[in-house]
């Protein structure tokens, strides 16, 4: 019913209700019978196609929003899985994913939850049908590999499978630099 009411109300229903519905999905997805996490993660996943508009015109904020189902509190495997493939849809949407994708990249941090999390968000991102690539993933990994190299990380490869090798030390860094 959640989603028809979306779906009749367009953005009317995501400048009113969107923030209520996440918070409500969000508790749900803890729900210990499988039932009704099964229905709250159809119900995302319909109102994300049904709001992606808004929620793309609004990217960053809705990452803020789906951000504690993809890791940044404490999740399940699951959760955490079906949130990144959800996220990735908007972000295939997007023309220039640039700000969000500095943003995501910018959030890394020591909880691994959430590394792998936005890591499966960029691999589903740039999954194709079948064995093949989207469209847009060569231009999501360009993105990808310069915003990874503004923040420091020394791999994209790292964000992509949520695995960081040691930061070197400072004099590291500097020999790595002009041995390029």
């Not at 993105?143 to 503004?150: A, R, Y």
Request: charged residues 25%; neutral net charge; proline residues 5%.
């Amino acid at each position: 019913m959640l989603v028809q009411l979306a779906r009749d109300l367009g953005e009317d229903f995501y400048s009113n209700y969107w923030m209520r519905a996440v918070a409500l999905l969000s508790q749900t997805v803890n729900h210990p019978e499988f039932s009704a996490i099964e229905a709250a993660f159809n119900t995302l996943s319909w109102l994300l196609k049904y709001l992606s508009r808004p929620l793309v015109a609004n990217i960053s904020t809705t990452f803020e929003q789906l951000s504690p189902l993809l890791g940044n509190s404490r999740q399940k495997q699951y959760v955490r899985r079906f949130a990144s493939e959800a996220f990735a849809f908007l972000l295939r949407r997007l023309k220039e994913p640039r700000e969000i994708v500095e943003k995501m990249v910018g959030e890394v941090d020591e909880n691994e939850e959430y590394r792998e999390a936005i890591g499966n968000v960029f691999v589903e991102s740039m999954k194709g049908p079948g064995k093949s690539l989207h469209s847009k993933a060569v231009h999501l990994f360009e993105t990808l590999v310069k915003s990874v190299s503004i923040t420091g990380i020394r791999s994209p490869t790292s964000v992509l499978t949520g695995r960081y090798p040691p930061y070197p030390s400072s004099s590291e860094q500097h020999y790595q630099r002009n041995d390029l």
